[in-house]
């Protein structure tokens, strides 16, 4: 089983079939496309050295390459290492060195980023490893030569063998790195069409959101069905391209944030924009709240079906379905949509106590999951995937109740993630660099609810006797160390952080300070 077959197997029945365009021009066909992943699979191999099993990082924005990337990755034999091109070159020289990456690919100012991090292209290191990490830019003669040459024949993998190592940050703050395999992945895909929608030939997948994430995760059912890979010029989230590219296409899918979602509501509104080519929108990631969904779904119809999963059961712990959201007449139409619908088809999902054991219907607890796309652990950390997976289960931190037909509703994230823009944020990781500054005794941070964001960072500081510190001072430090979307966008100076006997942060305290 390798996930490359999939491309062959499109290129094969149908090759000229529009496979990638970049904006309204159309790249490559399914046979080229195909063509080019066998090629570059043969570089990685041959000029590169590179074995079956070895890493290969990818730090780039949305771009027509990381398609041809990906499946030359795989048709190599090898495993792909999708970075958040929003990260800090810190963070990106950590994953790097984490996954022992043989080979990075960067783009545009990304490159130069890497290089700042110890990430060096000609001198072939990275700060902090024996071994060498040769940085390859899709700017270069070098990386345009990659296509160009003998094509090799897909390598054989099991369905159990490393895909794609996909970083999520850690309540630590050090990001742990999944593991999700062949298995996993096709799993993934083929729920795409149980749960999710039904894709087909006459489609178009635009990739407003990033590749590197759940976006890029929805290729494969488009790549099964031989639909056409859009990739906005932007490279992102623009909505007045969205809407340009649907109306030319027609019959265009896209994952987004539910922030992304209210952009585009508020655009058709303001507007009167024709969103006739839209097809279908998934949205997850984040919290969409009861009047969010209702009006989108009077400004753009039946157009939505949300998805809830995590890195480790990507996209794939539930659904809600466009039927459940346009089904008004329902009794409990309103509990319905703010859930976030039923199980996936190949997942187990209960609600359990402390002890793992299943709760009944209404009743708050964990949310378990166990099934075909659970991942097979974290890499290089054996005490981290034995907290998570227990017995089968994989334990998502996350507090949910499930209704009697089924439907899961989230409470809260007992892991105090923030959501951010679709992007997740831990809170350890931003105060361990706050509390860096001389001046910081204590510091909290939580997630304040953000009409534009979702919601945005705030953090609550105590400084020490006689000292201080400004704001503009401890942005300047989060910009030396994490990403900017990490940063606070405010800081709260107070007298002490709320405590209960065991001197733990009571977090529900602070974030009264916006709800009194």
């Known amino acids: 089983m390798n996930l490359a077959h999939l491309l062959a197997r499109t290129a094969r029945v149908f090759p000229q079939r529009n496979a990638v365009t970049l904006g309204e021009q159309e790249l490559w066909s399914y046979a080229e496309l195909f063509r080019r992943a066998a090629v570059i699979a043969g570089k990685l191999r041959g000029v590169y050295g590179l074995q079956a099993g070895d890493r290969v990082a990818l730090f780039m924005a949305n771009c027509p390459q990381y398609l041809e990337l990906l ?4 048709h190599a034999g090898l495993v792909a290492v999708p970075i958040n091109n929003k ?4 963070e990106v020289a950590f ?8 080979l990075l690919f960067v783009a545009g100012a990304l490159g130069g980023l890497a290089g700042s991090a110890g990430l060096d292209g000609d001198r072939g290191a990275v700060a902090g490893r024996a071994s060498g990490l040769r940085m390859l830019s899709i700017d270069t003669p070098e990386y345009r030569r990659l296509a160009d040459g003998e094509t090799i024949e897909v390598v054989p993998r099991a369905p159990d063998d490393l895909a794609w190592l996909f970083y999520t940050s850690g309540t630590t703050g050090q990001p742990k790195g999944v593991m999700l395999s062949q298995r996993n992945l096709l799993a993934m895909s083929l729920c795409y069409f149980t749960d999710v929608d039904q894709a087909t030939a006459a489609d178009s997948i635009l990739y407003a959101a990033p590749m590197s994430h759940g976006a890029g995760m929805y290729n494969f059912a488009h790549v099964l069905v031989g639909a056409r890979h859009v990739v906005p010029e932007s490279g992102g989230f623009d909505v007045a391209e969205i809407l340009a590219l649907a109306q030319h296409f027609g019959q265009v899918s896209l994952f987004a944030a539910p922030t992304m979602v209210i952009r585009l509501v508020e655009h058709v509104a303001a507007h009167g924009s024709d969103c006739r080519g839209i097809k279908t929108i998934v949205y997850g990631g984040g919290p969409m709240y009861l009047e969010d969904i209702r009006r989108a779904l009077d400004v753009l119809g039946e157009r939505l079906v949300q998805i809830y999963g995590q890195g480790e059961s990507p996209m794939t712990i539930t659904a809600l379905a466009r039927q459940h959201l346009a ?6 139409y309103r509990e319905r949509i703010v859930s976030v619908g039923v199980a996936h088809s190949v997942v187990e999902v209960v609600v359990a106590d402390a002890d793992g054991q299943p709760l009944p219907a209404g009743v708050a607890g964990e949310v378990l999951v166990r099934g075909e796309t659970v991942m097979q652990g974290y890499w290089r950390n054996p005490e981290a995937s034995a907290a998570t997976l227990r017995d089968g289960w994989l334990y ?4 949910g109740v499930l209704d009697d037909d089924g439907f899961l509703t989230l409470k809260d994230r007992s892991k105090d993630v923030i959501i951010s823009g679709g992007s997740n944020i831990y809170p350890r ?8 500054h001389a001046a910081v005794a204590e510091v909290s941070v939580v997630g304040r609810p953000s009409a534009e964001w979702g919601e945005e960072v705030v953090a609550f500081v105590v400084c020490r006797a006689g000292l201080a510190a400004s704001p503009a001072e401890l942005d300047q430090l989060c910009l030396q160390s994490i990403a900017r979307f990490k940063r606070p966008k405010n800081y709260i100076f107070v007298a002490g952080l709320p405590k209960n006997n065991y001197g733990k942060v009571l977090k529900t305290e602070l974030r009264r300070h916006w709800t009194k």
């Open 71 to 74: 499946y030359g990755v795989w």
């Open 87 to 90: 990260l800090h070159p810190r």
């Open 95 to 102: 994953i790097c060195e984490n996954s022992a990456a043989s």
């Open 327 to 332: 089904d008004r007449e329902h009794p409990r």
């Open 396 to 399: 998502t931190g996350d507090v």
């Open 429 to 436: 990781e931003v105060e361990e660099v706050l509390l860096q």
